[in-house]
C-alpha cells in the first residue's frame, strides 16, 4: 500500500471480508460498528464491507455493453430503445465473480427494469412485471414459478450458477450465454479496490491508502478471480 506511508488498508496481507447482497438497499453493515477502526486510515467504514445496490452499481468495474447490445432494440428513426421479446441472456459463474454487479449496472441504465434477488433456503419473493426483468441466483427459481415466468416472453437477464438455456429454449426463447468470471486483470481488481476505498474516504482533504498493482497481483495469486475472498 502507498500514499500515506504511516497508514494502511492492505488488503494484500489478508482475505477481505466476504459479504452477501442485502435484500433491499439499505446502509452497510459496517455503518453499525465503531468506526475507529478505520479512522486512522482518513476511512468512516470498512471499504471492503458491505455496500448498498446503489454504490455497488456506481463503483462497478464492468463492461455492460454487450448485454445492453443483445437485449435492445433501437429505432433509429425516433431515437427509442425498446427490448428483444422471447429473449435471455445468462450469466453463468460461482460467486464473488462479478454477475450481481453487472446486473446492478444493467439496472442502472433502465429505470424500467426491475431486479429480483433469490436469497437460498427463502421464500420466493413476488416476480414483477417489468423490462428487462433481471433475476440473481435465477437457479433458486422454483419450478412453477419458472414456468410462469418464461411463459411471459418478457427480456430476461439472469445471473446464475446453473446453465437454463434447455428450460428457456423449450419455453421459446433465444438465449445468449456468458461465462463470468475466467479472468480478472491486475489493472482491474486494483481499480475496483480504489473506488470502494475513495468512496469511503472520511476528509476529502487527506490522502487515503492506495492499492497498488503489486498488491492486486498479490491477491489475484492467493484467492483467484474470487474478488469477495
Not at 489478508?14 to 478505520?38: A, F, K, Q
Request: glycine share 6%.
Amino acid at each position: 500500500m502507498t500514499e500515506p506511508a504511516k497508514t494502511s488498508a492492505a488488503p494484500s496481507s489478508r482475505r477481505l471480508r466476504r459479504d452477501t447482497l442485502p435484500d433491499h438497499d439499505v446502509g452497510p453493515i459496517d455503518t453499525l460498528r465503531p468506526e475507529s477502526r478505520w479512522r486512522h486510515a482518513n476511512l468512516f467504514r470498512n471499504p471492503f464491507g458491505e455496500l448498498t445496490r446503489s454504490e455497488r452499481a456506481d463503483l462497478a468495474v464492468v463492461s455492460v455493453d454487450e448485454i445492453v447490445d443483445a437485449i435492445c432494440l433501437r429505432s433509429e428513426s425516433h431515437n427509442a430503445i425498446g427490448f428483444r421479446p422471447w429473449f435471455a441472456y445468462q450469466m453463468i459463474g460461482e460467486s464473488g465473480r462479478g454477475k450481481t454487479t453487472r446486473m446492478l449496472a444493467i439496472g442502472k441504465k433502465f429505470p424500467s427494469s426491475s431486479y429480483v434477488y433469490l436469497a437460498e433456503d427463502q421464500p420466493c419473493p413476488a416476480i414483477p412485471a417489468a423490462e428487462p426483468l433481471l433475476i440473481d441466483e435465477a437457479q433458486r427459481l422454483p419450478w412453477r414459478v419458472r414456468r410462469r415466468v418464461f411463459a411471459g416472453g418478457v427480456t430476461l437477464v439472469l445471473a446464475t450458477h446453473k446453465d437454463l438455456s434447455s428450460a428457456l429454449r423449450r419455453a421459446g426463447y433465444s438465449v445468449t450465454t456468458e461465462r463470468i468470471g475466467l479472468s480478472l486483470s491486475i489493472e482491474q481488481l486494483a481499480e475496483m479496490l480504489n473506488r470502494r476505498i475513495e468512496a469511503s474516504r472520511r476528509d476529502d482533504r487527506s490522502p487515503v491508502p492506495r492499492v497498488r498493482n503489486q498488491d492486486a497481483e498479490e491477491l489475484i495469486r492467493r484467492f483467484g478471480t474470487d474478488i469477495r475472498s
